[in-house]
């Protein structure tokens, strides 16, 4: 055989291999198309993860004909998954049972499914948002988010009354059959982030609005870090951050004001360790928040951290850190205190090792970064591709060998997927519909890619929480227009509906259909053993 001969021989072997990967990636298409993808080969920016680390559970939608939106998610010991948001009016699921507050039309929802993916129980009240819901080691669950006034907050509560649609926090029975305890919270006109400590506190967003007719307890702030707010800024008037220690019987224990004197500040994310010290993540336009002497930047920016002390009463470390927009559910932290926030940017201090130092292009990336229990940066890395990485990323979560899930939406056609992903490739990418939600898991040290999935249909889709199990099991939920969403094991395997534009608050603007159609929530069992998932 010539040469030329062997050559052409192996450049004939070359051309049938391409053509036999272009068959499959060709079916593999089709199968998204139809809403159930398999495992097609690893779209360009795939990394080597040697082994399936999670196989999708289940996955269902949970909505009526009305506009819903799931918002955040948590999960028990024994696996059951609570989850909050918004529901549309007429006839969003919900079980037997009145609550006081409870609308039969639309308002704020949170619901309770089984390990198995089965409604337990489902409750709509007639405020407008919940934003946030944690549950206790007895099972009571614990919801924050916006209500109107009117409200039947329960005797004795600590802020009985308010003047316009203003924060709220409640305790439900663990099978919601009542309040324990339900009360306003603040000036503002949410709560959008709530975390709970090891012995059951709940630390809150607490915003001061000046424009706002309500007047706190001064006796909040005896021992308050900042006892007064600074003001600043035109957003309602002025505006400051602060935050509110309640125990789980809904007394206040402490509050205290941080914000700047120049401009507004708004607690974004709110995260506590087993120091009881919380960690306040802010997005502020203030030019004088205040900076500890060996902070990571005192240069103001849009970003600021900081750890309050655990009687409120001082500042253990306070940064700017980024020109960045933190949103709700933005940090989560490990389980020796180092912090971990997530939000979406173009500049993003990435650090030496990160899993993508380089920006992924499009209008902005994910930026994740992981900073010591001191404020120190340890690292950050971009996650994004070619498109948008939008809106948050919705949320982020620690498991207990720390490595870190950001839960997000993206329009790429090359976000970083993992080798076995449940969803390889965008479901409508360049279409109409572009945005699919995505969930990736990071190594602690954010330096390796452990997992990582689209997760949508040809409708607009957006992945709006995650958390991890004590067992490991990973979940994810959002809101899709897809009437084609990836449903498995569902109990609810058919799309309810959404009414048009502009029915949920913020929702039904941008994109079509944008926090506008169904819920969905989905679980991921872990097929390794946690020490073979790089937990560094
Ligand atoms: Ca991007
Ligand atoms: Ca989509
Ligand atoms: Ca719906």
Redesign the pocket.
């Known amino acids: 055989m010539t040469r030329a001969t062997r050559l052409s021989r192996f450049l004939g072997a070359v051309v049938a291999l391409c053509l036999a990967v272009a068959m499959v990636q060709e079916r593999s298409v089709a199968g998204q198309e139809t809403g159930s993808p398999a495992s097609p080969p690893a779209a360009t920016k795939s990394t080597a993860a040697a082994v399936l680390t999670y196989q999708l559970q289940f996955s269902t939608y949970f909505g009526g004909a009305g506009g819903d939106l799931l918002r955040d998610m948590t999960v028990d010991a024994q696996g059951n998954i609570y989850v909050a948001g918004v529901a549309g009016p007429p006839d969003f699921p919900r079980t037997p049972g009145v609550i006081p507050g409870q609308s039969d039309a639309g308002g704020a929802m949170v619901a309770k499914f089984s390990p198995a993916g089965t409604l337990v129980w489902s409750k709509v009240v007639a405020g407008e948002y919940f934003y946030s819901v944690k549950v206790d080691r007895t099972g009571h669950v614990f919801v924050a988010g916006r209500m109107r006034p009117g409200f039947p907050t329960t005797p004795g509560a600590f802020q009985p009354t308010a003047a316009h649609p203003c924060g709220f926090v409640g305790k439900l029975k663990p099978d919601a059959s009542g309040w324990v305890w339900a009360s306003y919270v603040g000036t503002g006109y949410a709560v959008r982030d709530m975390t709970m400590d090891d012995k059951g506190n709940l630390y809150c967003v607490l915003d001061y609005f000046a424009a706002s007719k309500e007047v706190l307890p001064a006796s909040w702030f005896a021992n308050a870090f900042q006892k007064t707010p600074h003001g600043g800024g035109d957003h309602f008037g002025k505006c400051d951050a602060g935050v509110i220690k309640i125990s789980g019987e809904g007394k206040v224990i402490w509050a205290t004001w941080i914000g700047g004197s120049t401009g507004n500040d708004w607690v974004a994310s709110l995260a506590v360790g087993s120091d009881d010290c919380p960690v306040v993540l802010l997005r502020t336009f203030s030019k004088d928040m205040p900076t500890t002497p060996d902070a990571y930047s005192q240069v103001p920016s849009e970003g600021w951290l900081g750890k309050v002390s655990a009687d409120g009463s001082g500042l253990i470390f306070g940064t700017y850190f980024a020109d960045a927009f933190p949103r709700t559910h933005n940090m989560a932290l490990d389980p020796r205190g180092n912090i971990f926030i997530c939000t979406c940017t173009k500049r993003w201090p990435v650090t030496p090792g990160a899993f993508q130092t380089k920006f992924?292009?499009?209008p902005?990336?994910f930026g994740v970064a992981k900073f010591s229990p001191t404020g120190k940066l340890l690292a950050a890395t971009y996650l994004?591709?070619?498109?948008?990485?939008t809106n948050g990323p919705d949320q982020i979560a620690v498991d207990a060998q720390g490595r870190v899930v950001v839960a997000g939406s993206t329009s790429?056609t090359d976000y970083p997927v993992t080798e076995g992903a449940f969803q390889a490739r965008n479901a409508d990418a360049g279409g109409k519909y572009p945005y699919d939600g995505v969930v990736s898991m990071l190594s602690n040290d954010l330096g390796t890619l452990i997992y990582s999935s689209y997760l949508g249909g040809t409708g607009d889709d957006m992945a709006r929480a995650c958390c991890v199990g004590p067992d490991g099991m990973l979940y994810v939920g959002g809101v899709t227009t897809s009437r084609d969403f990836p449903t498995k094991n569902a109990w609810q395997g058919k799309y309810g509906g959404d009414p048009g534009f502009g029915s949920v608050p913020n929702g039904g603007k941008f994109p079509a259909g944008w926090g506008n159609g169904d819920c969905w929530l989905a679980k991921f069992q872990r097929l390794v053993p946690a020490d073979s998932l790089h937990g560094k």
């Open positions: 992924g292009g499009g902005e990336d994004g591709g070619n498109g948008h990485e790429s």
